[in-house]
């Protein structure tokens, strides 16, 4: 893939980690939920009220990348739209830029589709602006390693009172006898949990007790993926969820009204 632009090292995306980002799963040409992930960058631009790329200029890049990448049918991969200032005047559209690349799927990432092991991540690691996909990522990156550190593949953020609000990069979900719900607050608006649960979700405070009988991950690159065990203690996995779990992940890799050809 041709090399980007070196970006100056006083660039706000360098200094300040200025930007917003969308990671969206290929397989093949088939890009996973790119409506949904469109929408939330341009969202998010429009509400800053932020310079924004053209569609018809971001298209034409993710095509290229695509392109020169080369996949197969069955290839998976990460595509990462990162929309990023590298001049101090947030205001002017020359000081943005869009960067276009594409990436394996991390193995850490892989290991989670077949049963998540997490871990309860230190109270003082927290995103800094939870609802917003920002390339300020220092707390997710941070929190990733610690989970690595403990032998798992995923930490959890939690909010003041102790509950659990969201992964480091996945959206958390507790299946909840079959009505599942996400944290009340501070979570990151994930694209993949919305597409499983189709508007069917509750809000409820997410504790310990509630995920350890029964829970699951979703990510662009992740999927839908049970938690096996939370701080090494088993959870609950019902063949109902499992079943969720399997025919969702059929339908992001194959259904065409949850992704679009590029």
Known sequence: M?????????APAVERGVGIFETIL???????????????LYGT???????????????????RAVDEEGLAPDD??????????????LDAAKSWRLDVSIRPVPES????RSGAHVVTLPSDLRRDSPDVKSTSYFAAVCGLRVAVQKGADEGLFTASD???????????????????????????????AAAFLEGGEENLP????????????????????????LDGTPCRVTGAMTERIGAFNRRLLSDPALGSAL
């Open 76 to 89: 998976e991969r990460g595509l990462r739209l990162a929309w990023i200032a590298v001049a101090g005047d």
């Open 206 to 229: 997410l504790t310990a007790e509630l995920l350890r009988s029964g829970a699951l991950l979703c990510g662009s690159l992740t999927l839908a993926a049970p938690i096996a065990t």
């Open 109 to 112: 990432t892989l290991r989670r």
């Open 162 to 192: 102790g509950t659990y609000v969201e992964g480091t990069s996945t959206s958390l979900v507790a299946w909840n006898g079959g009505a599942p719900a996400r944290a009340v607050n501070g979570a990151l608006p994930s694209v993949t």
């Open 2 to 10: 041709t090399r980007p632009a070196d970006i100056p090292y006083d």
């Open 26 to 40: 290929l397989a093949g040409r088939r890009a996973c939920l790119w409506e949904p992930h469109l929408a939330r």
């Open 45 to 63: 631009l429009r509400r800053f009220g932020l310079p924004e790329p053209s569609r018809q200029a971001l298209e034409a890049a993710a095509r």
